[in-house]
């Protein structure tokens, strides 16, 4: 019994491409704009694409000799928490995208891996793979609120944007604290 690598792509899915309308001459190009979601969340605790949060993949696919160049940019809503102060992120992660579908019968294919070069299942251009790829990759490891966050007070664990500049917890005197009481 023979078994297929990879399972039939389903030409209907949102993000299988089918190339039949772009010429196969070297140079010949197409714009693509696909927009998306996945039923599941993409990313970490700390930082993710919320699950069914629109996904936008703009690309253009330029025929090559050895099969379709894939390029353009990826970007979906993130949410998350900041690393240092733990506030709430919100924001919109952009992630480039530039990957080569060889051709089946190409010699990239059969000089390659198809863990290190994609192919091509007949006209059909898988780009799932790509997209959750590009997110997970551009997603940060440690997010932050901003690039500067100061993050929390160690003492009272506030976050030090909530504070005032002045903000600090020197041990009072008791003497001088039965003073300020008096004025
Ligand atoms: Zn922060
Ligand atoms: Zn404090």
Known sequence: M??????????????????????????SSKDLSIDTSFPEK???????????ENIQLRIT???VSEG????GTVSAPITGECARCLTEIDDTLDASVSEL???????????????????????????????????????PNAPLCRPDCEGLCPEC??????LPDDHSHEVVDPRWADLKKLL
């Open 157 to 162: 664990g506030q976050p030090r944007d909530t």
């Open 2 to 27: 023979t078994m297929d690598k990879t399972p039939a792509l389903d030409p209907k899915a949102p993000l299988v491409a089918d190339t039949r309308t772009l010429p196969r001459s070297p140079g």
């Open 42 to 52: 993409l990313g970490l605790d700390m930082i993710a694409v919320g699950a069914g």
């Open 101 to 139: 579908y060889a051709f089946e019968d190409s010699t990239t294919a059969e000089t390659t891996d198809e863990d290190e070069i994609m192919r091509l299942q007949g006209d059909l251009l898988d780009l799932e793979p790509l997209v959750r790829d590009a997110l997970v990759f551009a997603m």
């Open 61 to 63: 696919l330029t025929s």
């Open 68 to 71: 379709i160049l894939v390029t």
